[in-house]
């Protein structure tokens, strides 16, 4: 089994891609497993921020490494969150902050639309000057009103366009196909498939 270190130590993150990549005889490591820090993301777009993730990963373990980067955008809020949704209120991360947050900012907006947005990055060393790159949408809006036990994140408070359900009231076997990552993953598998690691 081939080994790819995940440059990320979210516990969501790490079950949904170990799934995802089993099928394939890829182990996914979370890169806190190899005592590699967490890498600074300082970046205004997604892509350069998984990219930065995934090199230092990558530099530290001397594996191929792969880092996402991904977030809620909310038109009405000019695309916040965005990069920042993992510290959307501040520091200490927290799930249930960033959500009331959410909800507050958008109280008086009538477009309550939003989306989903993650980027893939795939290197097979620090300095890979053809890194695969893929990125995947998921519609929706956001509610008051929390939904679901599952997922993590906004999953709770983001209703998926034409399904009625919201991220969190999805099973993986439901949501992993629809899901940004998913579809994410699945066009940076297609990539892989044709360009072996």
Do not use: W
């Amino acid at each position: 089994m081939q080994q790819l270190v995940l440059a990320s130590n979210n516990a969501g993150k790490l079950k949904e891609f170990s799934r995802l990549f089993a099928p394939l005889a890829i182990e996914v490591i979370p890169q806190g497993q190899l005592g590699v820090s967490e890498a600074e993301e300082p970046h205004a777009t997604f892509v350069e921020n998984a990219l930065a993730k995934a090199r230092h990963a990558a530099a530290a373990t001397g594996l191929p490494a792969l880092a996402d980067d991904s977030g809620i955008c909310v038109p009405a809020l000019g695309g916040a969150p965005g990069v920042y949704s993992a510290r959307y209120a501040g520091e200490p991360k927290s799930d249930a902050a960033n959500n009331a947050k959410l909800v507050a900012d958008l109280a008086q907006h009538q477009d309550k639309r939003a989306f989903y947005y993650a980027v893939l990055v795939l290197v097979r060393s620090a300095d890979d000057p053809r890194p695969l790159i893929a990125e995947g949408r998921l519609d929706g809006e956001v509610i008051a009103e929390a939904r679901g036990a599952g997922g993590f994140g906004y999953d709770p408070h983001f209703l998926i366009a034409g399904l009625g359900k919201t991220a969190a009231e999805l099973t993986p076997e439901e949501k992993n196909p629809i899901s940004h990552r998913g579809k994410a993953l699945a066009a940076l598998l297609a990539k892989l498939q044709e360009d072996a690691l």
